[in-house]
C-alpha cells in the first residue's frame, strides 16, 4: 500500500491544483460581467465599451449567455436583436447545483429586458425572448424562474394579484429563491400591484421611492413612465 501513496499524493495534488485554476478562471469570468452589468445599470458613458471589450475576449458560454440578456436589454429597439434572442441559451448558465439562485441577477435582467420590450415598444420580441426560458420546466420550485413565468403572463394582461401580493409579503410557499436579490424580486412585486390598484399599506408603497433611487428601480420606472411619481431631487439629495 505504501509504495502507491506517491502516486495518490500526485492525484491529489493535480486534483487540487485544477480546482483552483477553475476558480480563479470563474473569478475572472465573474470579475469581467460584473463590471458591465454596473456599468449599464449605471448607465454609465463606457458601458458599450466595456460590453464590446468584454465580448471580445471572453469564451465561456455560460458568462456569454448570460451577458447576451445584457445585449438585448441594451440593443432591444433595434432591427437585429432578434438575432441575439434567438442564441440565447439559458441552459447554459443554469446547468449546476443551486444555478438558478447563483444566477438570480439573470432573471432580474430577464425581466428589465421584457418589461422594456413591452412599456416601451408594444411587446417587440416579448413572445420570441420569453419563448427562450419555456423549456425550464424543471426549475418550476424556483422563484425567480416562477417571478419570471409570472411576470410574463402580466404584461401580456393576465395579473395574478395574489402571487404578487405574497411574494411581497414573504411567503414563497416552497419554491427555492436566492437571498441576495429577493429584495429586488419583492420590490418588483409591489411596484406592479400597486399600479394595478392594489392596496398596501402605506410603507410599502414608500419603499417604492427607495426603489426609484435604485438603479434597477429608476430604469423599470423610467420605462414604465411612473419614475416621476417616485423619484425626487430631495430624497436624492437626502441620501
Request: proline share 1%; hydrophobic share 40%.
Amino acid at each position: 500500500m505504501d509504495k502507491f501513496l506517491p502516486y495518490l499524493a500526485l492525484i491529489l495534488a493535480i486534483w487540487v491544483t485544477y480546482r483552483n485554476i477553475k476558480l480563479i478562471m470563474k473569478a475572472r469570468h465573474l470579475r469581467g460581467y460584473s463590471q458591465v452589468s454596473n456599468a449599464l445599470l449605471l448607465q454609465q458613458e463606457n458601458a458599450d465599451e466595456l460590453l464590446n471589450k468584454y465580448l471580445e475576449k471572453e469564451r465561456d458560454e455560460a458568462y456569454l449567455n448570460k451577458t447576451r440578456i445584457l445585449t438585448i436589454w441594451k440593443d432591444v429597439a433595434k432591427d437585429d436583436v432578434i438575432a441575439e434572442i434567438n442564441k440565447l441559451e439559458p441552459l447554459k448558465f443554469l446547468n449546476e447545483r443551486n444555478a438558478v439562485a447563483i444566477n438570480s441577477d439573470s432573471f432580474v435582467w430577464a425581466i428589465m429586458v421584457m418589461h422594456r420590450m413591452h412599456f416601451k415598444y408594444q411587446d417587440q420580441n416579448l413572445d420570441a425572448f420569453y419563448s427562450r426560458w419555456q423549456d425550464l420546466s424543471n426549475l418550476e420550485n424556483d422563484l425567480e424562474y416562477v417571478f419570471l413565468k409570472y411576470y410574463y403572463q402580466y404584461l401580456k394582461g393576465n395579473f395574478d394579484k395574489d402571487f404578487f401580493f405574497n411574494i411581497n409579503e414573504g411567503n414563497y410557499g416552497t419554491l427555492r429563491h436566492g437571498k441576495h436579490l429577493i429584495g429586488i424580486y419583492k420590490r418588483i412585486a409591489v411596484m406592479i400591484s400597486v399600479e394595478e390598484g392594489v392596496k398596501f399599506e402605506e410603507h410599502f408603497v414608500e419603499d417604492l421611492k427607495n426603489f426609484a433611487q435604485s438603479s434597477v428601480g429608476n430604469l423599470l420606472m423610467s420605462d414604465m413612465g411612473i419614475l416621476d411619481k417616485y423619484f425626487t431631487l430631495e430624497q436624492e439629495t437626502e441620501q
